[in-house]
């Protein structure tokens, strides 16, 4: 028979066999399911501030009344969700936990979410580093802690905390240390001009009922050099705290870093209502805090002292020492800022250098 004749006995595979729509396509290697960019809404999440971080774990506490599973005030560990790796996630941050967000021993919930922040502390590791470091969110106060002597107090580094804390929209306060060992009014002298509430705290005299009155109902940021006595005051509001505290190298005056990273620590006050206690975060101890992320607008909010003589600068001036009619020069030269005033300008300049 003629390879030309169709022979229906023939026993090879019909080509019908080999139709499009019957290839079968190969299966996704990776998953049973096509890759999609949807994420979950976790309409169900539950909100929680961040009160601690340590090595990729987040403690965080759940208030009354927010979590429908456990309406009592509680706390617990979570990790941080994929899509939020390159997120900076910190102490005082709101986030939306799911999961497991019953804080029972062994349990582990998931933060997916960030909720918007009212204020953000930041610093940079150095005046010429634009690239900022993330410290503390939704503080409304920062307690700025110096030692009178033992180390000695560095004006220029308060001005520092100062700057980015009115950058930041925090209100500033002032305690001094250790007050029994040295005079602290020439150093306060400084900062006459500026209306920070100052508190000053001997050994043994510490004025525990003056700070924990003006930390009521507020999230205060502690702040200070290693080595001036932040760790020891937070113990003496918050007993339970047990932080560590260290002491000043004899040879170098520097203190040793004590505090490794930032927790937050509910501080009461005897008598009140439980709502109007107060929230310390207590940071470690720095010996430098740049300021490469403020502007110059940044740092001359933290200068309201001299505000006025700065409103009557000429238009686009630098406020810099070669700025021709720089109207702190003219105030320095008529006697209008004395030579605390004229210390100020100093620190001003070299802070927008």
């Not at 349990?107 to 690239?131: P, Q």
């Not at 930390?215 to 200070?224: E, H, K, S, Y």
């Not at 020891?232 to 170098?252: F, K, Q, S, Y």
Request: hydrophobic share 35%.
């Amino acid at each position: 028979m003629s390879w030309l004749t169709p022979d229906d006995d023939d026993d090879d595979v019909p080509y019908g066999e080999y139709a499009d729509h019957t290839v079968r396509s190969r299966p996704n290697p990776k998953a049973n399911r096509p890759r999609t960019k949807r994420r979950p809404e976790h309409a169900d999440a539950v909100i929680g501030t961040v009160t601690g971080v340590d090595r990729g774990r987040y403690s965080a506490l759940i208030a009354a009344g927010a979590d429908p599973e456990s309406p009592e005030e509680h706390e617990l560990t979570a990790a941080r969700a994929r899509e939020l790796r390159k997120t900076s996630i910190v102490t005082g941050d709101r986030v939306q936990l799911v999961g497991d967000t019953s804080g029972g021993e062994g349990s582990l919930s998931r933060i997916v979410g960030l909720e918007e922040r009212r204020t953000l502390l930041r610093r940079s590791a150095d005046d010429s580093d634009r690239v900022e470091r993330v410290m503390v969110a939704n503080a409304d106060q920062m307690l700025i802690v110096v030692a009178a002597a033992d180390p000695e107090p560095r004006v220029r580094l308060v001005d520092r905390y100062l700057v980015a804390a009115y950058d930041a929209g925090i209100r500033p306060l002032l305690c001094i240390t250790k007050v029994d060992l040295a005079d602290p009014e020439p150093f306060l002298k400084h900062f006459a001009g500026l209306e920070v509430p100052v508190f000053r705290s001997a050994r043994g005299d510490e004025p525990l009922a003056a700070i924990r009155e003006a930390l009521a109902g507020q999230t205060t940021v502690f702040v200070g050099h290693s080595g001036v006595g932040k760790s020891t005051l937070i113990n003496a509001l918050v007993p339970e705290a047990e932080r560590a505290t260290g002491h000043v190298n004899e040879v170098t005056g520097r203190g040793r870093h004590t505090s490794s990273s930032s927790v937050a620590l509910r501080v009461k006050t005897p008598g009140a209502p439980a709502g109007e206690s107060g929230w310390v975060i207590d940071t470690p101890g720095v010996r430098s805090f740049g300021l490469g992320h403020v502007t110059s607008e940044g740092i001359l909010r933290g200068f309201t002292d001299l505000a006025e003589l700065i409103d009557a600068c000429p238009r686009g001036c630098s406020h810099q020492d070669d700025a021709p009619d720089c109207e702190l020069d003219a105030a320095i030269a008529d006697g209008r800022l004395d030579a605390i005033g004229a210390l100020r300008v100093e620190s001003l300049r070299r802070l927008l250098k």
